[in-house]
């Protein structure tokens, strides 16, 4: 081989190479912008949760296992630490799954919650009938120091009292209120911090952007705190429509509880896109309704247009969660995706609804997209 030809082939080498070298880099860009995901393009802000269900505890839903990893870091379990599945009777626990669901949790290194302690839904039986106070102050006792106990330096924060407050702002004529007195809120409090002190300890509820309500919030806050009892948070639930609560009232709550030097976590996030029977706001379970094709408008596919409303949406209210970042620990997603959210069953059964980020496909969609784009770049 001649010398000209030796030159030419390693020009022409290394012409490949270079060219090589810009496709990789090319690639490598793309790559960055394809792998930014929820978690990532929020981790300087607040953590990014999910609530999951038992099909995703026991992993047998591979394909939200996959996106929960990928997108999220934080988990809440959405049904199997109530009291009635934790609890389910005066001697007996049955932890099976939420022990499963701690150690998902553990080995993705997730932020854990535990959800939740005291409610009045979803109650054990033996709780709901008791009506003698020592008995039920022990069974109280013994359900949060058994449980604290156990996820003790696992569970990162607990919902301790879930939903103890009317529409107005004062205590529900709970099972829990009716017999023990207005106390078990701070009683609650108490066990838990000294079952863990290190957890995390919030209080939580819907239609926390109702004024009055918000204020019977403020006021339970402040009784807690002035009596010493240690609280971390507020946990704003986030089950809300396309236009209620507005964005005003939303940031309104923001301030009100982080005024009181609490850090707020929107923790039930989802956006019904359906018709509501009774114009209601919120999460009020007791209410159901009978099905009608008037009430589910969208069996088979979001129109474009609402699809724009929900992206809108979602991007407005993101934008006061950024702009309150320094105050916020955490935005949850109440399911995984369309397909598994409880709103396709309440407060009507059996209809097709469309309030999260990811579609039944798994795949995001427009709303995920405009979320993201508030990081962009
Ligand atoms: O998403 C939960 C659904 O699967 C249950 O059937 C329902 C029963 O009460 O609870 C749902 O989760 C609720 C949460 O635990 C507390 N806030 C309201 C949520 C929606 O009802």
Request: proline content about 4%; hydrophobic content about 40%; overall charge negative.
């Amino acid at each position: 081989m001649n010398t000209n030809r030796k030159k030419g082939m390693f020009l022409c080498f290394m012409g490949i190479l270079i060219m090589l070298h810009a496709c990789g880099e090319k690639n490598t860009s793309k790559d960055t912008q394809e792998v930014l995901t929820l978690q990532k393009a929020f981790s300087n802000d607040f953590l990014i949760g999910v609530a999951i269900n038992r099909q995703l505890i026991e992993e047998r839903d591979s394909l939200g296992v996959q996106l929960l990893i990928k997108e999220f870091n934080a988990i809440s379990p959405e049904n199997e630490m109530k009291w009635m599945n934790i609890h389910p009777q005066p001697d007996s626990f049955y932890f099976d799954i939420s022990d499963k669901y701690v150690a998902l949790g553990e080995n993705n290194d997730m932020f854990t919650l535990g959800h939740t302690l005291v409610w009045h839904s979803q109650l054990a039986d033996y709780m709901a009938q008791t009506t003698d106070s020592t008995l039920m102050a022990d069974y109280l006792k013994d359900h949060i120091n058994t449980i604290v106990n156990r996820y003790k330096g696992k569970i990162d924060a607990w919902d301790v009292v879930n939903e103890a407050l009317n529409e107005d702002g004062t205590l529900r004529e709970s099972v829990f209120l009716k017999v023990l007195g207005e106390d078990y809120i701070e009683t609650a409090f108490q066990l838990a911090a000294s079952a863990d002190p290190d957890v995390k300890l919030l209080y939580n509820d819907y239609n926390l952007c109702n004024p009055e309500k918000r204020e019977g919030v403020v006021r339970l806050v402040k009784r807690l705190q002035e009596k010493g009892i240690k609280i971390d948070g507020v946990g704003m639930q986030g089950h809300w429509g396309l236009t209620q609560p507005s964005l005003a009232e939303i940031e309104k709550s923001i301030k009100a509880y982080s005024d009181l030097g609490v850090k707020v976590s929107i923790t039930e996030l989802d956006i019904t896109v359906l018709p509501n029977p009774w114009d209601l706001e919120g999460a009020e379970v007791s209410q159901n309704f009978e099905n009608s094709e008037k009430m589910n408008p969208y069996p088979d596919e979001l129109p474009d247009s609402v699809k724009i409303q929900l992206a809108q949406r979602y991007k407005d209210i993101f934008k006061i969660f950024l702009k309150h970042k320094d105050n916020m620990d955490r935005v949850t997603f109440w399911g995984i995706n369309d397909g598994n959210t409880w709103l396709n069953n309440w407060p009507i059964r059996g209809r097709s609804n469309y309030p999260l980020l990811f579609d039944r496909e798994y795949l995001p969609k427009k709303a995920y997209d405009s979320v993201l784009a508030l990081k962009a770049n």
